[in-house]
T-cell receptor, first 113, second 110 residues
Framework: ETGVTQSPTHLIKTRGQQVTLRCSSQSGHNTVSWYQQALGQGPQFIFQYYREEENGRGNFPPRFSGLQFPNYSSELNVNALELDDSALYLC????????????FGQGTRLTVV | DAKTTQPNSMESNEEEPVHLPCNHSTISGTDYIHWYRQLPSQGPEYVIH???SNVNNRMASLAIAEDRKSSTLILHRATLRDAAVYYC???????????FGTGTSLTVIP
């Protein structure tokens, strides 16, 4: 049990729709990162939020956006869903300062049909 | 992106030690080496991390080469619960942004 919770656990959407995924970070952590994991692949870094600002972004288009709230929880929004967006979306919380480990949630399995 | 290279798969007998290698020849002086593992249908789980010196914790040991271009994760006695995909990752000093490779899928044989 990592203390990082994601919701929903599973989701089915239609191509072209929009989706919002949620993540509650572990107590004491001020940084949230989001990852996309396609079947059989390692997680790919989408972006990171620190103090409610984006603090780094991977190679993902602008239709992937996010928010971090004052309580450090976070949302990942994906607009204009494509079939290739079907994946496991993982949230990881950590402290930015110091070299510490990240704690991952169980993920949200998104299927786009 | 910081790159690591790992074998795609490895096998080990139960209760035997396992040595999982990782090459990271492009590592810079401030990059930490992190290991995570992912069990089926779960998020990645932290295993261990280090910078220059070998590290031990309750889960595993991390042996880092003197030139830091490679490292080895050591599971002292493999159990069936250790069957997972193991990822070796370089954590850049700019933040906890991890760039995963495809990892090593460890099979533990009873």
């Amino acid at each position: 049990e990592t203390g990082v919770t994601q919701s929903p656990t599973h989701l089915i959407k239609t191509r072209g729709q929009q989706v919002t995924l949620r993540c509650s970070s572990q107590s004491g952590h001020n940084t949230v990162s989001w990852y996309q994991q396609a079947l059989g692949q390692g997680p790919q870094f989408i972006f990171q939020y620190y103090r409610e600002e984006e603090n780094g972004r991977g190679n993902f288009p602008p239709r992937f956006s996010g928010l971090q709230f004052p309580n450090y929880s976070s949302e990942l929004n994906v607009n204009a869903l494509e079939l290739d967006d079907s994946a496991l979306y993982l949230c990881a919380s950590s402290r930015l300062q110091g070299n510490t480990e990240a704690f991952f949630g169980q993920g949200t399995r998104l299927t786009v049909v | 992106d910081a790159k690591t290279t790992q074998p795609n798969s490895m096998e080990s007998n139960e209760e035997e030690p396992v040595h999982l290698p990782c090459n990271h020849s492009t590592i810079s002086g401030t990059d930490y080496i992190h290991w995570y593992r992912q069990l089926p249908s779960q998020g990645p789980e932290y295993v261990i991390h280090g910078l220059t010196s070998n590290v031990n914790n309750r889960m595993a040991s991390l042996a880092i080469a003197e030139d830091r271009k490679s490292s080895t994760l050591i599971l002292h006695r493999a159990t069936l619960r250790d069957a997972a995909v193991y990822y070796c990752i370089l954590r850049l000093n700019t933040g906890n942004q991890f760039y995963f490779g495809t990892g090593t899928s460890l099979t533990v044989i009873p």
